[in-house]
């Protein structure tokens, strides 16, 4: 079992910054044991999008809306994730999860909300 524990949501003006973090904890024993782990969001009405990826060996993926403003990372020491969210928009304004695909197995954390106004 993989527990994922968001923070860092608030409330920020828009042209701000964020930066969330999920620690993962449970059986596993470091997070370079996931395949990859990532963020997403889902705004009201929205169905749940892609944020970002972070694969084992370290190549990421952006969605195209958060390209050259967001940037995921992770400290292997801490079993932690970080979406460093710079420019904000309203736009982004979303419910953000950390999830962890570990072997045939996906784990979602409760989610933070990010809340942009404009």
């Known amino acids: 079992q993989v527990q994922l524990v968001e923070s860092g949501g608030g409330l920020v003006q828009a042209g701000g910054s964020l930066r969330l973090s999920c620690a993962a904890s449970?059986?596993?024993?470091?997070?370079?044991?996931?395949?990859?782990m990532g963020w997403y969001r889902q705004a009201p009405g929205n169905q749940r999008e892609l944020v970002a990826t972070i694969r084992r060996l370290g190549s990421t993926n952006y969605a195209n809306s958060v390209k050259d403003r967001f940037t995921i990372s992770r400290d292997d020491a801490k079993n932690t994730i970080y979406l460093q969210m710079n420019s904000l928009k309203f736009e982004d304004t979303a419910v953000y999860y950390c999830n962890a695909n570990y072997g045939s197995d996906a784990y979602w954390g409760q989610g933070t909300q990010v809340t942009v106004s404009s």
């Open positions: 449970g059986t596993i024993l470091s997070i370079l044991s996931m395949n990859s």
